[in-house]
């Protein structure tokens, strides 16, 4: 599907109602050696932010996609910095208490954020194919299993 991100991406925008709460802008990053597909640079105080998209050898397919879950990291971004503020406040970086609390954080914001890009994604979008791409790189259970020692 050819798409014009410019305009994919004001839809979301408005759609998500970042703006007119925000000002933010798209910048398509040409640089073959940014690996990411999506990110964002945010002044909070300001209500400022950039997106970042990779325009050279993005890992997923729907731009859609990527356009969604980075501006939902914006809508979170409140929450992300009470919980990331609590993390540092209770533990001392680099403990394994701190390693712990960080890891499931974050990971679990990937996890809601995800979901949540799905959820606009399948009611609003256009193009409501996931992308894979990431998978591609993954190795397969057989790949994962295979070495396994029995439990006895």
């Known amino acids: 599907m050819d798409i014009n991100i410019n305009e994919r991406f004001e ?8 703006t007119p709460q925000w000002d933010i802008k798209l910048e398509m990053i040409e640089n073959p050696e940014w690996h990411k597909t999506g990110d964002f640079k945010i002044d909070p105080t300001d209500r400022k932010a950039v997106l970042m998209l990779n325009a050279v050898n993005p890992k997923q397919e729907n731009m859609d996609e990527v356009i969604v879950h980075e501006l939902m990291h914006i809508k979170m971004y409140p929450l992300d910095q009470v919980c990331e503020s609590l993390i540092t406040s209770n533990f001392e970086e680099g403990t394994a208490g701190w390693n712990f609390a960080y890891r499931e954080f974050f990971e ?3 996890i809601t954020v995800e979901e949540l890009s799905k959820c606009f994604l399948f009611e609003f979008g256009e193009d409501r194919e996931l992308s894979f791409g990431r998978c591609k790189k993954q190795r397969s259970f057989d790949e994962l299993y295979n070495g396994l020692q029995k439990i006895e």
Do not use: Q, V
Request: with cysteine; aromatic share 18%; proline share 0%.
């Open 108 to 110: 679990n914001l990937e």
């Open 11 to 18: 839809y979301w925008c408005k759609k998500l109602r970042i």
